[in-house]
């Protein structure tokens, strides 16, 4: 040991620099730690989304956004539920009995919906993730069949699905369209990414 006498200031010193440099790492540190939290955006990114359905007029569409996916609201015309039975014998999966998007027990029907004037569906084909486009006038059209009851076509690769978002028999897109879990808070509002199960 070293009987040389301490520099009291320069302890004094050593003692504030070590201090204030523990200070400065602190006020660094706090945003870095905090950037890991989810931000406001992210959160409400995948928080439900609420929407009023009462401007939407009979064979039209709204979309939302849902997770940053767009969400399908389309309104069918009676004449467009009609056609639903009419193509079942054209589809890949009818009643949406595949796995890859487990459908919610209150669409298991023909039309995959809770009512059935209403049709909620992620807009994201099945295949490679474009977004169909929507060919809802019944009839012959280019790519499209003669006896074409009405619904959408992925331009990219040819996928169709009817207007319950189920897809046609031979086809790229494997599977029908994702069903998101949804519920009615009122006859003009509905709640897309909850229902009462979740």
Not at 41 to 61: F, H, Q, T
Not at 102 to 123: C, L, Q, T, W
């Amino acid at each position: 040991m070293s009987d040389t006498p301490v520099d009291n200031s320069k302890r004094t010193w050593l003692i504030a620099s070590v201090g204030a440099g523990a200070v400065g790492a602190g006020f660094v540190a706090t945003p870095f730690i905090s950037s890991f939290q989810p931000s406001e955006r992210a959160k409400a990114a995948g928080a439900a989304v609420e929407v009023d359905i009462s401007d939407i007029k009979p064979g039209e569409k709204k979309t939302v956004e849902w997770r940053g996916k767009p969400v399908w609201i389309i309104r069918r015309t009676p004449e467009q539920i009609a056609g639903l039975k009419k193509v079942e014998g054209q589809l890949a999966d009818p009643e949406s009995n595949r796995k890859a998007y487990p459908i919610p027990e209150y669409a298991k029907n023909d039309h995959r919906s809770i009512k059935p004037e209403f049709m909620v569906a992620v807009g994201i084909c099945t295949h490679l993730g474009c977004s169909p486009g929507d060919k809802f006038a019944a009839g012959p059209q280019a790519s499209l069949p003669d006896d074409w009851q009405g619904g959408f076509l992925c331009a990219c690769h040819g996928s169709t699905f009817d207007l319950a978002g189920r897809v046609f028999k031979n086809k790229p897109a494997p599977d029908n369209l994702e069903v998101p879990p949804h519920m009615y808070l009122s006859d003009t509002k509905l709640l897309v990414g909850e229902d009462k199960k979740a």
